[in-house]
């Protein structure tokens, strides 16, 4: 059950509120990216190439602009598809820091890092680079026409009873909306102890 309308109609089935579609919908879209949210899952990890138009030791990078739906960092290395197997090519990570220690306790710049600032990736490297690979933690796709959630496809009750404890909760039917909260807690324990048992 991965397909958004039939979360929709699986929620309106509990409620017993068809007339509240528009707000079944936003609650079925705000219940993935809550159940999306509960940890940093390997299966939202997505990973690009990168192709910078000049070589350069320091390089920005729009992030958002290659990846609309970012989440969170994960990793930055070095690329090049003319090194051979098992070839060193060190250090192949860029080490994430915060702007402020940019420069080391000698006032000098650090080299093979990059930080987060807005929505800009800055890099600097020891070595003029064209090519790295991204890695980062992407937002599910909750537009109706597009929609897309593996917790959706794998544990779709985790969602629905979320979003049915919302709309309990916004026509003022408390303890209903407590009664399917507790179950989707439950769903949400499920899903994590099983992504850990599995080492997703």
């Given at each position: 059950?991965?397909?958004f309308s039939d979360l929709v109609?699986?929620?309106?089935?509990?409620?017993?509120?068809?007339?509240?579609?528009?707000?079944?919908?936003?609650?079925?879209?705000?219940?993935?990216?809550?159940?999306?949210?509960?940890?940093?899952?390997?299966?939202?990890?997505?990973?690009?190439?990168?192709?910078?138009?000049t070589p350069d030791y320091v390089?920005?990078?729009?992030?958002?602009?290659?990846?609309?739906?970012?989440?969170?960092?994960?990793?930055?290395?070095?690329?090049?598809?003319?090194?051979?197997?098992?070839?060193?090519?060190?250090?192949?990570?860029?080490?994430?820091?915060?702007?402020?220690?940019?420069?080391?306790?000698?006032?000098?710049?650090?080299?093979?890092?990059?930080?987060?600032?807005?929505?800009?990736?800055?890099?600097?490297?020891?070595?003029?680079?064209?090519?790295?690979?991204?890695?980062?933690?992407?937002?599910?796709?909750?537009?109706?026409?597009?929609?897309?959630?593996?917790?959706?496809?794998?544990?779709?009750?985790a969602i629905i009873y979320g979003?049915?404890?919302?709309?309990?909760?916004?026509?003022?039917?408390?303890?209903?909306?407590?009664?399917?909260?507790?179950?989707?807690?439950?769903?949400?324990?499920?899903?994590?102890?099983?992504?850990?048992?599995?080492?997703?």
């Amino acid at each position: 059950m991965s397909v958004f309308s039939d979360l929709v109609d699986e929620v309106s089935s509990i409620t017993l509120r068809p007339n509240l579609e528009s707000q079944t919908k936003s609650a079925v879209r705000a219940a993935t990216l809550t159940a999306h949210h509960l940890d940093y899952f390997p299966k939202d990890m997505f990973e690009t190439g990168l192709q910078f138009t000049t070589p350069d030791y320091v390089q920005s990078l729009d992030y958002k602009s290659v990846v609309p739906n970012w989440r969170a960092f994960k990793y930055l290395r070095k690329y090049d598809n003319t090194v051979e197997v098992g070839q060193d090519l060190t250090p192949k990570f860029f080490e994430l820091i915060t702007p402020e220690v940019a420069l080391d306790s000698y006032g000098l710049v650090r080299n093979n890092t990059c930080y987060l600032a807005g929505e800009t990736l800055e890099i600097r490297s020891t070595t003029k680079d064209t090519y790295m690979l991204l890695g980062c933690y992407v937002h599910p796709n909750v537009v109706e026409a597009t929609y897309s959630s593996w917790i959706a496809a794998e544990y779709p009750y985790a969602i629905i009873y979320g979003a049915a404890a919302t709309i309990f909760s916004q026509i003022g039917y408390e303890e209903q909306a407590g009664n399917l909260q507790q179950l989707a807690n439950l769903q949400y324990n499920q899903l994590l102890q099983q992504i850990v048992a599995r080492g997703d």
